[in-house]
């Protein structure tokens, strides 16, 4: 394949003649289809046509940078979806990701205060070693799948040591987290038995981070729950059932996020061969590099608001009681904002993208996956010899808000010490 080529995605019903072929008001049906997952993209190009859009459903779609950004700011949005009629989440279950102001501000203030730039550089450490022994851990064979065996496994194991989970205790911990995330992706095919699974594993890590909780309240260590409960310095500190809510949160969220930024980049990067030789030839194109994935693949493509009153943008009004759709990642492709939006650019800088959010509930993560990122890619990058894809496109998931690949089978040549 060319330098910076697209994919080809010559065996798929192809992505611009099917957003040229949908009417206006059918794109985002389009997008939430399985089959748009490989490449979502020019259906994104084709609603920024008109960058706030009412689709065929009454859902509120805005795709354009500036009508994202100033939605991101606008109070008259909310993230509880119970303003928009969709009761789906029991109140006192609502972690901060779904609350307005004051509550939510009171949660992830606790939050900040402890989840400290300190914390997430203590943490540095052990992604290097541990992203050392799932390398490691490929031995002689020439076959393995990213997502099974590296993407998956660091970010859950992170979190259990930033929680404080036991590494005894970290098999269970990782069995309910990965099917937690599994559930995030609203397969219309899951069985049963599937469902019973997960509304286990939510029973079963609530009853679990319960108990840490209340040893932790007993014996704190230098842990992120400790540090939560607080040491009876602060005047608010978390309780009883917002800690769990706010546990469960930070590992749901910062989980299949992040599987999704360590598989999505490689399969960038092995999608362009010259941009891969640079980066193995300049590893601190790292930088730059992480950001500029996380605009042009990134995790999450977008969230869903609820309009409190009328909301004029964009040359239309937004009807209060709407469910708004803030397409992030086709903001973070506008060419209004983006020189050569289509174009994976490594060292793209200023870089100003929308794949972590923005506002008040820009992703308290951030640093965090970065740091992840930073550390594995290059590592993959050094150590695996003659790295390939075995298919392109590979599978994906079927959820459209949080994009990415089920498998990346990769063949490489072996490993490097
Ligand atoms: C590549 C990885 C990640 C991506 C792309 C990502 C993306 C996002 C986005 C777009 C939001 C905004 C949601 C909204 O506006 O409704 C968000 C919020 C959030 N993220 Fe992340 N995230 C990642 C990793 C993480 C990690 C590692 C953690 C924690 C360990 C985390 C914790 C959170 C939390 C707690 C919020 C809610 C903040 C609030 O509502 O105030 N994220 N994330």
């Known amino acids: 394949m060319p330098h910076n080529a697209r994919a080809d995605f010559s065996a798929l019903p192809h992505a611009a003649d099917l957003a040229a072929s ?12 399985p089959v748009s997952r490989p490449d979502p993209y020019p259906l994104y190009a084709a609603l920024r046509r008109r960058p706030v859009s009412r689709q065929a459903d009454g859902t509120w779609v805005v795709s354009g940078y500036d009508e994202i950004a100033a939605l991101l700011h606008d109070p008259r949005l909310s993230s509880d979806m119970a303003n928009a009629g969709q009761t789906t989440v029991r109140d006192a279950d609502k972690s901060l990701i ?29 992604v290097r070693a541990l992203t050392d022994r799932l390398i490691d851990a490929i031995g002689s064979r020439t076959r393995f799948d990213l997502v099974e065996e590296i993407a998956y496994p660091l970010p859950v194991s992170v979190i259990c040591t930033l929680l404080g989970v036991p590494p ?17 992706d609203l ?17 079963e890590l609530h009853a679990y981070l319960k108990e840490l909780i209340t040893r932790r309240a007993e014996r704190p260590g230098n842990d992120l729950i400790s540090a939560l409960l607080g040491d009876g310095s602060h005047t608010d500190p978390l309780r009883g059932d917002e800690l769990v809510i706010t546990t469960r949160l930070l590992l749901i969220a910062g989980h299949e996020t992040t599987v999704n930024l360590i598989t999505n ?8 061969p010259g941009i891969l030789a640079r980066f193995r030839a300049e590893p601190e194109l790292v930088i730059p590099m992480v950001e500029e994935l996380v605009r042009y693949e990134p995790s999450v ?28 990642a086709a903001g973070s492709r506008d060419p209004k904002h983006f020189t050569e939006p289509e174009r994976f650019v490594p060292d793209r800088i200023p870089n100003e993208h929308f794949g972590f959010g923005g506002g008040i509930h820009y992703c308290i993560g951030a640093p965090l996956a970065r740091m992840e990122a930073q550390i594995v890619l290059p590592e993959l990058v050094r150590r695996l010899r003659a790295p390939r ?21 990769l063949e490489i040549d072996g490993i490097r010490p």
């Open 22 to 33: 949908t009417p206006h008001d059918e794109l985002f049906a389009r997008i939430l289809d």
């Open 265 to 272: 980049g490689m399969l960038t990067l092995l999608r362009r």
């Open 389 to 409: 894809l075995t298919a392109d496109p590979p599978p994906y998931r079927p959820t459209a808000a949080l994009r990415g690949p089920k498998h990346l089978l």
């Open 98 to 126: 779904l609350r307005d102001p004051p509550s939510h501000d009171h949660l992830r203030s606790a939050v900040m205060a402890q989840f400290t730039p300190a914390v997430v550089e203590s943490l540095r450490a052990q």
């Open 301 to 328: 493509q977008f969230r869903y608001r609820a309009a409190l009153a009328d909301i004029e943008i964009g040359g239309t009004t937004i009807p209060r009681g709407s469910s708004v759709v803030l397409l992030l």
């Open 187 to 203: 397969d219309p095919t899951m069985t049963q038995e599937e469902a019973a699974a997960v509304d286990r594993a939510f029973t």
């Open 168 to 184: 005894e205790d970290e098999t269970r911990f990782h069995g309910w987290a990965d099917t937690l995330a599994r559930s995030l």
